[in-house]
């Protein structure tokens, strides 16, 4: 297989997991390059769920080397939870996992820091995983950050004495929040040291030395396009750059080190938390078109977040969203999953372009309040009453579902190479 950027080209939890689960058996290092553990995706071992939220799904395979990015973030505790939940199902994840000493950890007050801001913004707040992913990359950016690396330097204490200084005066003065225990923050420390920096390693020289070696990498993305916090819908979006970008800047590789770039989307379209949406249907709080479709999509699809729990926000596909988010990936290819969901319905949606200010615009505003005020213009397809759950091939599916995905292409300029019909690996057709 070519080395291949796998990302989310929505708002997240278009089923990354599943596309990257299938993928990983076909190459020789899986490497996650973003994010932390606001990401999850659930992996079934034997007859066990289990969910993951730094580990790429690869460490399953015998031969698949996983690495964590510099550009990730990580929980140690939680961390190490997940590499405890993998040990006792057999996993031997210490041989198959490597993280860049590089990486900035999330300490108990970036989960602190991130929990009092949005109890202060009250019904502005962002909804975010509440996990102290933007506060940990505040750090980064601010240059105070804690890394793996930092661990074993001479000046840890006296740095993080100063941040706890900072956080809190934030917490206390200014959140009317408790402040945060520095035995909070050495049991996280004193963890790290022990059973994450045994990993650390230089990740670029390792995929510098793999790819040269004529292995393949798959690069695995967390959240969506929508979420990304230069192309996204900011300021709703999270705190990294999720776009096939971020790869080279969060894993250390360089253009050339990339053939193709996957985009992963649903046949319809999710969000959690808020922010605009415009071809949302349905929410926690009811509101529902005339078909009762975005209700059918968030029942069929199971639509609740992997990480969180909540519920997530369903719509039509938006052609326009996901046009602007081929164009910044410079996407080759279309993974589209759960088509499924959308059997039964009578007809189905597209938006091809939104109306503001009695125009016809064909691209995503950059402002928030521009996006919330458009009206998707939609074009109607016939549905399908036939079940396309569990097709392997694109003649097993109904004419007008075939015919969706080549208005999709057409409509997006970009052709759909892979598109899932379940949840099983076995679930899927490849163009
Ligand atoms: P944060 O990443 O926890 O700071 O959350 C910021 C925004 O990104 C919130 O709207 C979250 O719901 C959303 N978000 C973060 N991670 C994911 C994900 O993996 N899937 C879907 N939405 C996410």
Redesign the pocket.
């Known amino acids: 297989m070519k080395n291949t950027i796998a990302i989310?080209i929505q708002?997240?939890?278009e089923g990354k997991g599943k596309i990257v689960d299938l993928l990983a058996p076909d190459v020789d290092v899986v490497a996650r390059f973003q994010?932390g553990p606001?990401?999850?995706h659930t992996l079934v071992i034997g007859d066990q769920k289990t969910v993951l939220n730094h580990i790429p799904s690869g460490i399953l395979h015998d031969n698949t080397l996983c690495l964590i990015g510099n550009g990730t973030v990580v929980d140690p505790f939680r961390l190490v939870e997940e590499m405890d939940m993998l040990l006792a199902a057999g996993i031997p994840v210490s041989e198959r996992l490597k993280i860049s000493e590089r990486c900035q950890l999330i300490l108990p007050y970036h989960r602190a820091l991130?929990a009092a801001r949005e109890v202060a913004k009250g019904k502005n707040k962002?909804?975010?995983?509440?996990?102290g992913?933007?506060p940990c990359y505040e750090d980064k950016t601010a240059r105070r950050g804690i890394r793996l690396v930092d661990l074993v330097s001479d000046d840890l204490d006296a740095r993080i004495d100063a941040n706890l200084e900072y956080v809190n005066f934030m917490m206390t003065s200014y959140l009317n929040a408790a402040p945060v225990e520095r035995a909070d923050v050495e049991r996280a420390l004193d963890l790290a040291r022990e059973r994450l920096l045994p990993l650390a390693a230089d990740v670029p020289l390792i995929l510098q030395r793999r790819i040269k070696a004529g292995d393949s990498v798959l690069y695995e993305g967390?959240?969506?396009s929508m979420?990304d916090v230069d192309h996204g819908t900011y300021p709703?979006?999270?705190?990294s750059n999720t776009v096939a970008g971020a790869a080279l800047a969060g894993l250390g590789v360089g253009p050339k080190q990339v053939d193709e770039v996957l985009g992963i989307c649903k046949a319809y379209t999710t969000?959690?938390?808020?922010?605009p949406f415009p071809t949302e249907l349905y929410n926690a709080e009811g509101m529902c078109d005339a078909e009762q479709a975005g209700k059918h999509m968030a029942e069929k699809g199971h639509e609740f977040?992997s990480?969180?729990g909540?519920p997530r926000r369903t719509g039509w596909f938006d052609a326009v969203v996901v046009q602007h988010a081929v164009r910044i990936n410079g996407v080759t290819g279309l993974a589209i999953t759960k088509l499924d969901v959308l059997d039964g319905l009578a007809e189905v949606k597209l938006c091809v372009a939104y109306e503001l200010d009695g125009e016809r615009i064909e691209s995503v505003p950059a402002c928030c309040k521009r996006l919330e005020a458009v009206t998707p213009v939609y074009e109607t397809l016939p549905g399908w009453n036939e079940s396309t759950f569990g097709a392997t091939a694109l003649d097993q599916l109904p004419a007008n579902a075939q015919a969706l995905l080549r208005r999709i292409e057409e409509v997006c300029d970009c052709p759909v190479t892979m598109l899932s019909t379940g949840p099983d690996r076995k679930h899927i057709i490849h163009l």
Do not use: E, M, P
């Open positions: 989310g708002w997240g939890d994010g606001n990401a999850g991130d962002i909804g975010t995983t509440g996990k992913i933007g967390a959240q969506g979420l709703f979006v999270t705190s969000r959690v938390g808020a922010g977040g990480t969180t909540r």
